[in-house]
């Protein structure tokens, strides 16, 4: 009983705080916005869907693959046809840590741990989680991470019209350009779910879409609790070790979350496998060379996110330094990206959002327990 108060109490704290902080004017939380509200009819007058290529929508969350295929549909979650998208980290001998699914009340946590790495992380934000944890994407970018779009919704997106598209990217970089300042580039489909009529939208918005590579790099953790922790860690063990083992020229992009504290969990295990293995750690920008990360249009100037120097992981105290992304204990590590993080900025957030990190967490604890 005395548990069930003080977590009742915990989250109903929480839910204030979290009110306070959350954003106003935005559509349903999840659901998928209504394509004739001004906002959207204004954000479809400024492109040109002539000539998006005419490929009936799909059914399911997420969809069921056509049989047969539909001739040039190019459909990488059935496929694995990838006509332009990144799957790969351009920079050699690199893991391009990626994120899903938040902001959420796992994600402080998650950057607590980054923080203490020093590693950066590209974060493929749902929209509906931004407008209510706002705090946490300024704080995202003052730690030096870099954001990136993964839909307002988590809606399939080959299910959608083209007009629902546009209202699923457009609200999302609208509540990141409130939060931040900046003005999304990349973005992730949701469950991979991507084909040329989405593509053909997606470029006229400006965006970039970034896959993972391929089935060894789905770390699975989205399948926790029926998947046990130890299996997720085992099957990334066994795909970076094949990875170290070949040429490394291209780097790879992880399929991670951190929607809750098992997804955040898991991270905590799988990165220190990698710093094990030599490999640099550097986000979605680094890995693509782009100085930016951003499309032009926002009202605050772009952070950076770092140059060609090597990512160096934290120093112990005392005693043998241990293998880093940059730290091998020898001279011939592959080089990487690092990022610089802005750390007035970011000891300023810190300080602004830490009761309700460490509140959310509580609460987290306490449904999760």
Partial sequence: MVKFISSTFAVIAFIAVANAQAMTGYPKINEIPDVNSPEVQAWLKEIDLTGAPEIPLHKGAPPACPNPPIPNECY??????????????????????????????????????LKTQKVSATFF??????VQYPATVKREIAEGHHLASHT??????????????????????????????????????????????????????????????????????WEMPGTPIETVVSH????????????????????????N??????????????QANKVNIANVAQCESDPVGYQPGGTATPPPVGGNSTTVGPQPTGGAQ?????????????????????????????TKVGAISALAMAVAAALFA
């Fill in 322 to 350: 241990k293998p880093g992304p940059g730290n091998t204990g020898s001279n011939n590590a592959t080089t990487g990206p690092t990022v610089g993080v802005p750390k007035a900025a970011a000891a300023t957030l810190t």
């Fill in 152 to 221: 307002w919704s988590h809606h399939a997106l080959t299910t959608l019209t083209n007009q629902q598209i546009v209202a699923e990217m457009k609200w999302t970089e609208k509540a990141v350009l409130e939060a931040t300042g900046l003005r999304l580039k990349y973005m992730r489909p949701p469950y991979g779910d991507i084909n040329n009529r989405v593509r053909f939208v997606l470029k006229k918005l400006g965006y970039i879409p970034v896959d993972w590579t391929g089935d060894e790099f789905d770390t699975k953790d």
């Fill in 236 to 259: 990334f063990k066994t795909s970076i070790t094949a990875y170290v083992a070949g040429p490394k020229t291209n780097g790879f992009y992880c399929l991670e979350h951190d929607a």
């Fill in 261 to 274: 504290p098992m997804e955040v969990a898991a991270a905590k295990e799988l990165i220190p496998i990698g």
């Fill in 76 to 113: 990488w979650t059935c496929d694995g046809c990838a006509a332009e998208d990144i799957t790969k980290c351009a920079a050699p001998n690199t893991w391009g840590l990626t994120f899903d699914d938040g902001p959420s009340v796992a994600t402080p946590s998650l950057l607590d741990y």
């Fill in 125 to 130: 934000l749902i929209g509906s989680n931004v």
